[in-house]
């Protein structure tokens, strides 16, 4: 039988919804902020003239609590494992909450689809010559895969685009790395939705 | 005219460093010490912002924790600063001042 809000002890009802909140976070992450909310609610409760709506006005609902914790140990975890995916992912996932997060996100996405052409470029090369390439002229700047090179113009490269693709690849991919590090780690700075400070 | 949300971005861009020299000044000491001594002179750290806080400082090295039991009626977690949290504090205070100094300049003026 389940017990009415009325007769549910306050404190137990804030962190049994808590602990709800926190479950994407490991178990035992997630037992030591409910025991360290669970002494802090008995310390204020124990204090003079404390009642749940005050206490809970100061500690914020137990959803905004846990999407603070969740938020920083997302962020946390994805810039300590330096999996790129899994930090665009963690970014990406806040943009809509937060500018910063879209903008570096977006940021992010751009560099890696442009890392993504210039591989395209280094690895057709090879196999279509004639399509890949870049083509100067004096009302021509064509650069990448072309389905028909312009016929007037001499392709200027050759070969010297395969080196020089794969770098421009490798900078695009570090440049992501370091925008997203440097996001995340203002993001943790400065959390897009939470209790207030 | 209506300036809580500048307020709450001030108070959040402050909480760090309000945090760590709370312990720096006071030694070891649990989540309800922070926010009495951080709040002494007036609403800087609110309950709910302090701990996911000092769960991040503590994660990324700048503070340690331990339980005690025995102490209270109810077990406490107490915060203390590690070595890179200690060398952390001078240098946040000094960069705290210099901006303190610059904004004071410029806001005076306009006074």
Redesign the interface.
Known sequence: MNASPATLDPRADYLRRLEWALRPLPGPDRGAIVAEISSHLAERFAGPGATTAAIVATLGEPDDLARAYVEDSELSGALHRAAPGHLLATILSRATRSITAFVVGLGAVILYVLGLSFVAVAVLKPIAPRNVGLWLGPHTFDFGILGSPPGVTREALGLWILPLSAACAVLCYLAAGVLMKRGARALLRRPSRRPAA | MDITPWL??L??????LTVLSVIADGGEC???QILERANVGGD??????L??LL??LE??GKLSAR?VLEEG?????YYRLTDQGAALVPVMIQAWTDFRQAMTRIVEKTR
Request: proline share 10%; glycine share 10%.
């Open positions: 709450a971005q108070r959040k861009g402050a909480a760090e649990y989540g309800l800087i750290v609110s309950d709910g912002a701990y996911p769960s991040r994660k990324e339980w009626p109810h077990p406490r977690k």
